[in-house]
């Protein structure tokens, strides 16, 4: 019998639709390989008897003649969607514990569509990081290696979504991107993450980081997986008044594998000072796939693109200030207090005990820059620049059709390096950043391997609500450049 | 060159509502000094006749009807609370 965890989502789908097997069969055989790879730390919170009981009730619906998008198949959530009933931390020490009496819209698409849920993947705690190293639950590790062995960085902040997919752990995951924590982890663990369009994906129920950032989106083993997964996640919800009420297409239509005559956007901006060859050599042959595959390529500029990531470190901070406010130790959540305390001890010893490093750092700049006399000269200064950076895009797609840039200026790197200085980290988002802050859809595709045989991933970015232009260039790429390359222990 | 100071973190601290000690405050000044060096550039960028960017939906805020639409749920509101009595929220004492 077949590897059912080495199957794509499509195929099992398929699978499951031609009677070889059950979603009890898939769930099981998931479950198996969360097991064999718990030494990668994917999942915060396991639920293997909801997984089975979901799967239960799923091969049920389908033996009674109905079966949903996501029929019978096992995912993980990022640790950050509300899961009703199911612990919910956000990677933090601050919601240990926490069980939501509500399911976010996009899970509750999902489970409504009959998708199966195996567990909550891991995460940088509250979404900000960029090498999972910032969870209380623990670093998770990627499944890949270099040549010299050593345990590498899944990426971030999606990282457990990604090494579980990458090791077959869940047929696919959730993920959110705020700043890249979609694109960038897909690229380091070879998997494809597609950040939709802002507004595309409720945010409801989804532990916010920067609400005019965070969006949620597939991570997946191919490009047509995306796509479906994608057309379950999406849609217009009242309760989140930044949804669009727009309809959501045929995701999977739109792989048509056609791209002739289409205009590729080429900027130069992307090819920054120091830019290791390999990744521009990467860049290069993307290029020349889909030139050979028939897209006209076109130089384009986006001239504020030095400034995308000091306007990111503004105004995502800002955001967050505010939105992890709501943790004050009375309402959910850890709370800290000695005898005698006041209301503001108990807040801040709550808060002192309950946030980890790189959380306090971010909501400390949001505060300084959102504070009375320098409001203007970081916060509004940042969002007027947020615009400059967005009439770039506009301008761009005036020309284009989408653009291609690569998804992150490395491959993995190891465990611990980047860390000490909370800038060189920041690096990382260089080229997924502008187009979160001008809330374009962004997909990542694994295109090549670095010398030290790790995958690198190619960014494509679309107009607003382009998703479709986007997955259809990107299942050109993904077809050229026929990325085969899996994890030791993976292949095959 | 915006340099922080430990009084100015231990302002900040406060107003974040995070108890930081002493030698973090230290640490946190040089910190936020190095992010906010990093973000000086934006200075540079001329921005004469821009508006800023709240959001880059392109939508009016939707109004809803002003009706009541869930209640009787003070079960779940209080389930996850650290301290509840009487079906309240328990707070240190804050009125003297």
Request: net charge negative.
């Given at each position: 019998?077949?590897?059912?965890?080495?199957?794509?989502?499509?195929?099992?789908r398929?699978?499951?639709a031609?009677?070889?097997?059950?979603?009890?069969?898939?769930t099981?055989a998931?479950l198996?390989?969360?097991d064999?790879?718990?030494?990668?730390?994917?999942?915060i919170?396991?639920?293997?008897e909801?997984?089975?009981?979901?799967a239960?009730?799923?091969?049920?619906?389908?033996?009674?003649?109905?079966a949903g998008?996501m029929?019978?198949?096992?995912?993980a959530?990022?640790?950050?969607?509300c899961?009703?009933?199911?612990?919910?931390?956000?990677?933090?020490?601050?919601?240990?514990?926490?069980?939501?009496?509500?399911?976010?819209?996009?899970?509750?698409?999902?489970?409504?569509?009959g998708?199966?849920?195996?567990g909550k993947?891991?995460?940088?705690?509250?979404?900000?990081?960029?090498?999972?190293?910032?969870?209380?639950?623990?670093?998770?590790?990627?499944?890949?290696?270099?040549?010299?062995?050593k345990?590498?960085?899944?990426?971030?902040?999606s990282?457990?979504s990604?090494?579980?997919?990458?090791?077959?752990?869940a047929?696919?995951?959730?993920?959110?991107?705020?700043?890249?924590?979609?694109?960038?982890?897909?690229?380091?663990?070879?998997i494809?993450g597609?950040?939709?369009t802002?507004?595309?994906?409720?945010?409801?129920g989804i532990v916010?980081?920067?609400?005019?950032l965070?969006?949620?989106?597939?991570?997946?083993?191919?490009?047509?997986d995306?796509?479906?997964m994608?057309?379950?996640?999406?849609?217009?919800?009242?309760?989140?008044?930044?949804?669009?009420p727009?309809?959501?297409?045929?995701?999977?239509?739109?792989?048509?594998?056609?791209?002739?005559g289409?205009?590729?956007?080429?900027?130069?901006?992307?090819r920054?000072?120091?830019?290791?060859?390999?990744?521009?050599k990467?860049?290069?042959?993307g290029?020349?796939?889909?030139r050979?595959?028939g897209?006209?390529?076109?130089?384009?500029?986006?001239?504020?693109t030095?400034?995308?990531?000091?306007?990111?470190?503004?105004?995502?901070?800002?955001?967050?200030?505010s939105n992890?406010a709501r943790?004050?130790?009375?309402?959910?959540?850890?709370?800290v207090m000695?005898?005698?305390?006041?209301?503001d001890?108990?807040?801040?010893?709550?808060?002192?005990?309950?946030?980890?490093?790189?959380?306090?750092?971010?909501?400390?700049?949001?505060?300084?820059v959102?504070?009375?006399?320098?409001y203007?000269?970081?916060?509004n200064?940042?969002?007027?620049?947020?615009r400059?950076?967005?009439?770039?895009?506009?301008g761009?797609?005036?020309?284009?059709?989408?653009?291609?840039?690569p998804?992150?200026?490395?491959?993995a790197?190891?465990?611990?390096?980047?860390?000490?200085?909370?800038v060189k980290?920041?690096?990382?988002?260089?080229?997924?950043?502008?187009?979160?802050?001008?809330?374009?859809?962004?997909?990542?595709?694994?295109?090549?391997?670095?010398?030290?045989?790790?995958?690198?991933?190619?960014?494509?970015?679309?107009?607003?609500?382009?998703?479709?232009?986007?997955?259809?260039?990107?299942?050109?790429?993904e077809?050229?450049a026929?990325?085969?390359?899996?994890?030791?222990?993976?292949e095959? | 060159?915006?340099?922080?100071?430990?009084?100015?973190?231990?302002?900040?601290?406060y107003?974040?509502?995070?108890n930081?000690?002493?030698?973090?405050?230290?640490?946190?000044?040089g910190?936020?000094?190095?992010?906010?060096d990093?973000v000086?550039?934006?200075?540079?960028?001329?921005?004469?006749?821009?508006?800023p960017?709240?959001?880059?939906?392109?939508?009016?805020l939707?109004?809803?009807?002003?009706?009541v639409?869930?209640?009787?749920?003070?079960?779940?509101?209080?389930?996850?609370?650290?301290?509840?009595?009487?079906?309240?929220?328990?707070?240190?004492?804050?009125?003297?």
């Amino acid at each position: 019998m077949t590897d059912l965890t080495k199957l794509t989502l499509a195929e099992a789908r398929d699978g499951l639709a031609k009677g070889d097997y059950t979603s009890v069969e898939l769930t099981e055989a998931h479950l198996k390989s969360m097991d064999a790879h718990r030494n990668l730390n994917a999942y915060i919170t396991e639920t293997p008897e909801k997984a089975m009981e979901m799967a239960k009730a799923s091969d049920a619906k389908r033996a009674k003649g109905s079966a949903g998008k996501m029929e019978g198949l096992p995912i993980a959530v990022k640790d950050l969607f509300c899961t009703e009933g199911v612990q919910t931390t956000a990677a933090s020490h601050i919601l240990e514990g926490f069980k939501p009496e509500y399911e976010s819209t996009v899970t509750s698409n999902l489970f409504g569509n009959g998708a199966v849920m195996l567990g909550k993947a891991n995460l940088d705690e509250f979404a900000m990081g960029s090498s999972n190293t910032s969870s209380y639950y623990g670093n998770v590790i990627n499944p890949w290696k270099d040549k010299s062995g050593k345990d590498l960085v899944p990426g971030g902040s999606s990282g457990g979504s990604a090494a579980a997919v990458a090791a077959n752990m869940a047929l696919a995951a959730t993920g959110t991107d705020t700043g890249g924590s979609i694109r960038q982890p897909a690229s380091y663990c070879g998997i494809v993450g597609l950040k939709p369009t802002y507004g595309r994906c409720s945010r409801w129920g989804i532990v916010a980081f920067a609400s005019s950032l965070d969006q949620a989106g597939p991570m997946t083993k191919t490009v047509r997986d995306a796509a479906i997964m994608l057309g379950s996640m999406a849609g217009h919800d009242a309760k989140d008044s930044t949804s669009a009420p727009i309809a959501v297409p045929d995701f999977e239509a739109a792989l048509t594998g056609d791209i002739r005559g289409m205009k590729i956007g080429i900027p130069k901006e992307y090819r920054v000072d120091g830019m290791p060859e390999e990744i521009s050599k990467l860049w290069d042959n993307g290029v020349a796939m889909l030139r050979d595959a028939g897209a006209e390529v076109v130089d384009v500029t986006l001239p504020h693109t030095k400034y995308a990531l000091g306007t990111y470190y503004i105004v995502a901070p800002a955001e967050a200030s505010s939105n992890l406010a709501r943790y004050d130790g009375l309402r959910y959540g850890q709370r800290v207090m000695d005898d005698g305390d006041s209301l503001d001890d108990m807040y801040m010893k709550s808060r002192a005990a309950g946030f980890g490093k790189e959380v306090q750092r971010r909501i400390m700049i949001g505060t300084y820059v959102l504070s009375a006399g320098y409001y203007d000269a970081y916060y509004n200064k940042a969002l007027k620049v947020r615009r400059r950076i967005y009439q770039d895009f506009e301008g761009a797609f005036g020309q284009v059709d989408a653009i291609l840039t690569p998804t992150a200026p490395s491959a993995a790197f190891a465990i611990g390096e980047n860390e000490g200085d909370p800038v060189k980290m920041y690096l990382n988002d260089v080229f997924t950043v502008p187009a979160s802050l001008a809330g374009l859809p962004g997909i990542s595709v694994p295109t090549g391997l670095s010398a030290e045989g790790l995958p690198l991933g190619l960014q494509l970015i679309g107009k607003p609500f382009d998703e479709e232009t986007v997955l259809r260039v990107g299942g050109v790429l993904e077809s050229a450049a026929n990325f085969t390359a899996k994890p030791a222990g993976q292949e095959g | 060159m915006s340099s922080l100071d430990k009084e100015t973190v231990r302002r900040i601290a406060y107003l974040s509502r995070i108890n930081v000690s002493e030698e973090g405050l230290s640490e946190l000044a040089g910190d936020l000094t190095r992010i906010l060096d990093f973000v000086e550039e934006l200075q540079e960028v001329d921005v004469e006749g821009c508006e800023p960017l709240t959001s880059v939906a392109d939508l009016t805020l939707p109004l809803r009807k002003d009706e009541v639409t869930d209640g009787n749920i003070q079960q779940k509101v209080l389930s996850n609370a650290p301290m509840t009595d009487a079906g309240c929220f328990v707070v240190p004492k804050v009125v003297e």
